[in-house]
């Protein structure tokens, strides 16, 4: 998992002690995904602001938290 993501995760209260740890397999991986997606949505909403390099201001927050 990405550090940011996780960041992010622990300043929800997701990762607090008990909470993540009850958590099965699936319901991790599924707020994993939901937090790409947001990323991902974010980024497409950008994406037409080209910056230096040629890059997209969206591909440099998908980089940043690390999302394809």
């Known amino acids: ?6 960041h992010c995760l622990y ?3 997701l990762t607090a002690d008990g909470c ?3 958590l099965d397999d ?3 991986e599924a707020i994993e995904r939901f937090a790409k997606l947001v990323v991902k949505e974010c980024a497409a909403q950008v994406d037409h602001i080209v ?4 890059k997209t201001k969206g591909d440099l927050i998908r980089e940043h938290f690390g999302v394809e």
């Open 20 to 22: 993540w740890n009850e």
């Open 11 to 13: 300043e929800s209260g």
């Open 51 to 54: 910056s230096e390099g040629g």
């Open 1 to 6: 998992m990405n550090e940011l993501i996780e």
């Open 26 to 28: 699936y319901a991790k």
